[in-house]
């Protein structure tokens, strides 16, 4: 009996259990089905998504790779020009240039060049010209070679405007030029208007001394007239731009005038009213025109026996800086300075002039002048826009051009001023293409 009970009992356990399996076999078929049916209703949405948007995803690729090429190019060139502008390894390298005052962006060095031959110059015949001086005729006082006359100034980068004479009198109508310096300030003055004279028909009526003088070497004050253009060309003859003056009471013997550093030429005030200055000195800043003359500088009232001729010359052009920058009405009249003007004196005393037929084929040291870089210096550090003409280099290779052996008077060779017509007048090209141009050039 007993085991009957037990029987039963493990009979109703498996039946039990195969309830139990069975019910959760259906569970499970049930939530397979469900699952089932949502992943077709999934993946039916995700093939009618796909199906939508194939042709827009194809376009929005195709874009992304086009900008994805932009930026990577642009990323190359950006990497490309670094390294190009910033290599790894880069020299140590200085440049130096001629600073001109009032030149932010420089165009071209029109005095860093050579001389070419041209056989359209000379621009105008020196004895036809009543204010070209007779002991700068060449020709006229006996030179027969004229090839110096043939020669045109090249710059390296860039050219120098062609002369065209009645242009230029048109655009200076109504001006006020004004030449300040020794006698190579006169001689770029008697160039510029023998070069104008060549644009007048009636030239001794039209143009003239407004005082009836003539030109000497020692008069101070000399003006030309063009009455029909209302131009007026002046030069002031300042050898030293500042004063000169007498011995102080109680001074050296040896002393017999003075240069007064501290104070400029008492012409000064005349200078002012006009429309274009150049300026011009160093030609007398020599020991045989100063101390072996007995003339000495002065400052205030303390004499400067001592005092060296370069630093004399940087302390008078530091009180002409300072007048230019009180005196000068900067927006109507322009600064220029002209620097030293090359002279071809050789021997052991530098008192033998030998004038070449040709120009020099290298500058042979005359390219450089202390007197230059002083000049350069001093108005590098000007406020007031001052242009420097920086003829230097350019007249070192002209040998031959000097007036040497033919002037007035023969007797007395002259290797310092040049012939008329000659290289004043290159000076006076490139002067004029700034004078005319509203930015210049450099």
């Known amino acids: 009996m007993m085991n ?18 069975w019910i959760k076999f259906e ?22 998504f796909v199906k939508s948007q194939w042709k827009h995803n194809v376009c929005e690729s195709i874009s992304s790779l086009v900008v994805v090429s932009l930026f990577l190019s642009f990323f190359l060139a950006m990497a490309c020009t670094y390294f190009f502008l910033f290599p790894r390894y880069q020299p140590a390298v200085r440049t130096y240039r001629v600073h001109q005052a009032g030149d932010l962006v420089p165009k071209c060095n029109v005095f860093n060049g050579n001389w070419i031959p041209d056989e359209s110059y000379p621009l105008y015949n020196a004895s036809q010209c009543p204010f070209a001086e007779r002991g700068f005729d060449c020709v006229a006082n006996g030179r027969r070679d004229r090839g110096f006359q043939k020669w045109r100034w090249k710059p390296r980068s860039c050219e120098i405007p062609r002369f065209d004479v009645h242009e230029i ?7 006020r ?14 160039s510029m208007i023998c070069m104008l004279m060549q644009g007048v028909q009636d030239k001794r009526r039209d143009v003239f001394e407004i005082n009836g003088n003539k030109i000497t070497k020692r008069i101070r004050f000399l003006g030309v007239w063009f009455s029909s253009y209302n131009l007026r060309i002046d030069y002031y003859r300042s050898v030293f ?22 104070k400029l030429d008492d012409m000064s005030k005349e200078w002012i009213d006009s429309d274009f ?38 302390a008078a052009l530091k009180t002409w800086s300072s007048w230019v920058e009180t005196s000068v009405d900067r927006n109507r009249t322009r600064v220029f300075f002209r620097t030293f003007e090359s002279s071809h004196w050789t021997g052991r005393n530098r008192n033998s002039c030998k004038v070449t037929r040709r120009p020099w084929l290298k500058p042979k040291g005359k390219d450089r ?62 002067l004029l293409s700034m004078m005319l141009s509203k930015d210049g050039m450099e």
């Open 369 to 430: 002048s202390r007197i230059s870089d002083i000049i350069i210096d001093v108005v590098k550090k000007m406020t007031t826009p001052v242009t420097v003409l920086h003829v230097t280099p350019m007249g070192a290779f002209r040998s031959d051009a000097h007036v040497g052996t033919w002037s007035d008077n023969r007797s007395v060779a002259d290797c310092s001023h040049w012939c008329l017509p000659g290289v004043p007048d290159t000076w006076n090209e490139i």
């Open 169 to 175: 009198l048109q655009k200076l109508r109504g001006k």
């Open 177 to 190: 030029i004004v030449f300040v310096g020794d006698s190579l300030s006169r001689t770029q003055w008697e």
């Open 277 to 314: 200055l150049i300026f011009n000195s160093g030609h007398w800043w020599t020991p045989t025109k100063l101390f072996d003359m007995g003339c000495y500088f002065q400052a205030g009232r303390s004499l400067k026996l001592g005092m060296g001729i370069t630093t004399a010359f940087r």
């Open 241 to 262: 731009l500042v004063q000169p003056g007498s011995a102080p009471r109680r001074a050296p013997k040896r002393v017999k005038s003075t240069v007064r550093l501290d």
């Open 4 to 21: 009957n009970w037990m029987l039963f009992g493990q009979e109703c356990t498996f039946r039990k259990r195969i309830v139990k399996m």
């Open 27 to 48: 569970v499970e078929q049930c939530l397979l089905s469900k699952l089932r049916g949502f992943h077709e209703r999934v993946f039916s949405f995700s093939d009618r």
